[in-house]
């Protein structure tokens, strides 16, 4: 079932998405924050290479992203309507 993993990866990573943003909203660093879990992203799913009994799949580092970038949005949204 590639779509039940995928939105697991979906769910995760806007969680740690949302953590991350509201951990660092009063910085203005919300960019180096977002690049940061881009780069955590791809990272953890190369290493999918090296763990036995794992392997690379690009859906789950497109879930990644799409979560990252769910949250990031929503928050930019968020943040231009409170203002």
Not at 8 to 32: A, C, D, R
Not at 34 to 43: D, E, G, N, P, R
Not at 58 to 78: E, H, Y
């Amino acid at each position: 079932n590639p779509i039940g993993t995928s939105i697991n990866h979906v769910f995760y990573f806007s969680y740690l998405t949302f953590l991350g943003l509201i951990y660092n909203s009063k910085e203005k660093k919300i960019i180096n924050g977002f690049i940061f879990l881009l780069t955590i992203s791809v990272f953890l799913e190369l290493l999918h290479f090296f763990i036995p009994n794992r392997a690379f799949e690009l859906n789950d580092l497109l879930s990644n992203s799409i979560g990252i970038l769910i949250v990031f949005f929503l928050f930019k949204l968020m943040k231009k309507f409170t203002l």
